[in-house]
């Protein structure tokens, strides 16, 4: 069964401390992105990689770092300079079909 | 700087009846795409329906369909027949032709009414 998968599906963390969110496709896909959602708002772009090895920064890419060491795989590490990191985050990714983005299910992560 | 503005932050629509969400944009490209995304309770975006700039049909999906007017910028999107299932967050998105990331608008809650 092909897809994005994210987990885990909530996460709380302490402020201060540095947490990273997993996702996952077994698409094929090769460029991979992860968006920010904030309540009762669209989603904005941290950061993307259209290939392994390479990635490039977002609308809002401040306090987050990613790697792309393999193409399944897309890592999104929310540092401590994230000044409000509590929000919704989605993973997506794109294939030769490359007008369709397709959405893991997303991560809700609360700083406290 | 491409920007997505939904005018409307909720909606509302009787069971079976037709509801009109309203989408414009603002770009100074020629060929791109559109966008609309439902996201339900469970967060997972579901693609709606697309729409390719130089094609003048307007798209159409089963009970989704499009109206897009190039010259004004706007693509909204009609859902006839709606249905309790409907009842979810819609968002328009835009993307480059030669590009792909996707810039989105703020969204327009909906609800159906039984």
Known sequence: DGGITQS???LFRKEGQNVTLSCEQNLNHDAMYWYRQDPGQGLRLIYYSQIVNDFQKG?????YS????KKESFPLTVTSAQKN?????????????TNRQYFGPGTRLTVT | AQTVTQSQPEMSVQE???????CTYDTSESDYYLFWYKQPPSRQMILVIRQEAYKQQNATENRFSVNFQKAAKSFSLKISDSQLGDAAMYFCAYRKYAGNMLTFGGGTRLMVKP
């Open chain 2, 16 to 22: 079976a009846e037709t509801v009109t969400l309203s």
């Open chain 1, 85 to 97: 990191p509590t929000a919704f985050y989605l993973c997506a990714s794109t294939g030769t079909e």
């Open chain 1, 66 to 69: 990613v790697s792309r060491e």
């Open chain 1, 8 to 10: 885990p599906k909530y």
């Open chain 1, 59 to 63: 609308d809002i890419a401040e306090g």
